[in-house]
């Protein structure tokens, strides 16, 4: 009891509690400086032995000498010297503003914390074309692409899409602002120069909050090491993030040179989702596997154009499929495990074969390989859309935007979703974010429209669908929403205009403006003529406008003749 009661007279208990609660809060702000600056993790260890072997030095100070009013004094000499003790009252006021200020700056960096991104985040801005020749830039924009897919193998890392990634080409924005849009911690960009057969490629990682280059290099050297190039950035940044990665790394898929610059070629027309786009890119993926018939990701390319120009019409719509399905097939020979094809395949027996329960097998495939590809998980939520399972859908889709945060696809098909969950406020605040990302897309302005007809605006409707040109969805728009404001003449000259133009290919939106005033019988007489014609009938089961007939005991033989009524999408495993 003498020897504590000296220890408390010595003031050695409250400076080991204030030594204590001092070193807590120099750990915290330690630990999110260190970060910021991508510190060793060598050096908050280095910090905390300093600390430690510095508690038994203050206690040992605090038991010789005495902070006192007058100064700092040897305990030996108090008795001797007219010193005024420190008031205990200040001892204690001092320890509680400390404690309470390292309290609140715990709080302070742990949100702060909480807001930041996981480290091993990444997104892949699209490597800069620095090559004499303007027209280079597929080959820049392509090898991006290739080590975006690349490290996106990698489960360990969280990877930025596409999308998202190649939104902010040729944009003025520093990275930080980057980096908060896509919430991740680190960019990988760089710059391309081909020149025949010589490349330079340079590479760099960079830590969005500081601006520091984590890990830089250049690569000069001839265009067969491309593939070599491509793994070797790959390894390069996962050991500049020290992850540590489970089994072995993905690989490139190595293949002729001139069938990937082929490869790459029609991947660059086909991003531009346009007729000739379309043309040109069937053009270079043939060639691509006439140069390399073992190349799965073109025979996958050349799917995925065959099925769009079905869909769009450019080509017949079944012998467009057939096309596609041969080249999707051929790809899964190669390698049965590819996850892009299985999805593309699935997206075929979606919409041509209408086969539901194998398009949800294919995909269960697609995800178990790939759980974290958006347009897998995209392609995954239509299919759920397509029988009906919209709020799966919906959750579905917002694990896509999670991954790819600034994707106008993906936000247009959330307006649409959200407008089938009956939440048409919601779907207007989505086709708003689509409108805002891409103002040229027409689809965001036609779901927009949708919603706002739903919402009970028509005349909003009106104002939205005027700002594109599309016929087709402006005459149906005009036609729904001129009705709703009792401007019965508007709406039937509309309607006319639809039903004399595109009663061929859109019966299923004719049967929409019937079904939506009411006209049930001549609803179902256009939709049996959209089955009978194989015309699309996209939704179907959960398309609000459609709402109106699903009392009438016509509605679930016509949704059986199209393998979605509700015994048969019961029986999906989705």
Do not use: C
Request: proline content about 4%.
């Amino acid at each position: 009891m003498r020897f504590l009661d000296e220890l408390k007279k010595r003031n050695v208990i409250r400076v080991a509690a204030l030594y204590l609660v001092v070193s807590w809060l120099v750990l915290q702000v330690a630990d999110l400086l260190f970060d910021a600056f991508e510190a060793p993790s060598w050096a908050i260890q280095l910090l905390i032995i300093f600390l430690v072997l510095g508690f038994p030095i203050a206690l040992l100070l605090s038991w010789v000498f005495e902070i006192t009013e007058d100064g700092i004094v040897r305990e030996s000499e108090l008795d001797t010297r007219s010193v005024r003790r420190l008031n205990d009252r200040r001892v204690y006021i001092l320890i509680g503003v400390v404690l309470a200020f390292a309290v609140a700056m715990y709080v302070a960096t742990r949100s702060v914390v909480d807001t930041k991104p996981d480290q091993n985040t990444i997104a892949v801005l699209p490597f800069i074309n620095i090559s004499s020749d303007p027209d280079n830039e597929y080959f820049s924009d392509g090898l991006s692409e290739e080590l975006l897919n690349l490290l996106a193998g990698i489960p360990e890392l969280s990877v930025t899409a596409r999308t998202s990634s190649f939104s902010f080409k040729n944009k003025d924005m520093d990275l930080p602002t980057i980096g908060r849009m896509l919430n991740v911690a680190h960019v990988l960009e760089g710059s391309v120069r081909k020149s025949d057969q010589q490349l330079r490629i340079t590479a760099q990682l960079i830590n969005v909050n500081s601006g520091f280059h984590i890990w830089s290099q250049t690569y000069d050297r001839e265009l067969v090491d491309v593939f070599a190039i491509q793994d070797e950035i790959a390894e390069a940044v996962v050991a500049a993030l020290r992850v540590s990665i489970l089994g072995e790394p993905p690989r490139a898929r190595v293949t002729q040179t001139e069938a990937f610059t082929a490869f790459l070629n029609a991947l660059h027309f086909y991003k531009q989702r346009t007729k000739q786009g379309y043309e040109k890119a069937v053009v270079y993926a043939r060639q691509a596997v006439a140069i390399d018939a073992n190349y799965a990701p073109a025979w996958n390319l050349l799917s995925a154009t065959y099925s769009n120009q079905a869909l769009r019409r450019d080509i017949p719509y079944d012998a467009g499929h057939e096309m596609a399905m041969d080249a999707v097939e051929k790809a899964l020979e190669i390698d049965p495990n590819y996850s892009f094809a299985l999805s593309a395949r699935a997206w075929i027996a979606m919409n041509y074969e209408r086969d539901y329960a194998a398009s949800a097998a294919l995909f269960r495939r697609a995800v178990k390989l790939d759980p974290y590809n958006p347009v897998i998980l995209g392609n995954r939520a239509i299919l759920a859309n397509r029988i009906g399972r919209t709020d799966e859908a919906i959750a579905i889709l917002q694990q896509s935007l999670a991954l790819d945060p600034v994707s106008t696809t993906s936000h247009t098909n959330m307006s649409d979703l959200l407008s089938r969950a009956n939440r048409p406020n919601a779907a207007i605040d989505s086709a708003i974010k689509s409108i805002e990302l891409a103002p040229e897309a027409p689809i965001g302005y036609i779901n927009l429209a949708a919603a706002y007809i739903l919402a009970e605006q028509p005349d909003k409707a009106i104002s939205e669908v005027n700002k594109v040109d599309w016929p087709l969805y402006q005459l149906v728009i005009h036609a729904l929403a001129y009705g709703d404001l009792g401007k019965s003449a508007e709406s039937e000259a509309a309607l006319s205009h639809v039903t004399e133009r595109y009663a061929q290919t859109n019966a299923f939106q004719i049967a929409l403006v019937h079904a939506w005033r009411g006209d049930v019988d001549t609803a179902f007489q256009w939709l049996d003529r959209a089955v009978d014609d194989g015309q699309p009938t996209n939704g179907i089961r959960n398309e609000p406008f459609l709402n109106r007939l699903h009392d009438d005991p016509r509605w679930e033989p016509l949704l059986r003749r199209l393998g979605l009524s509700d015994e048969q999408v019961a029986a999906v495993r989705f």
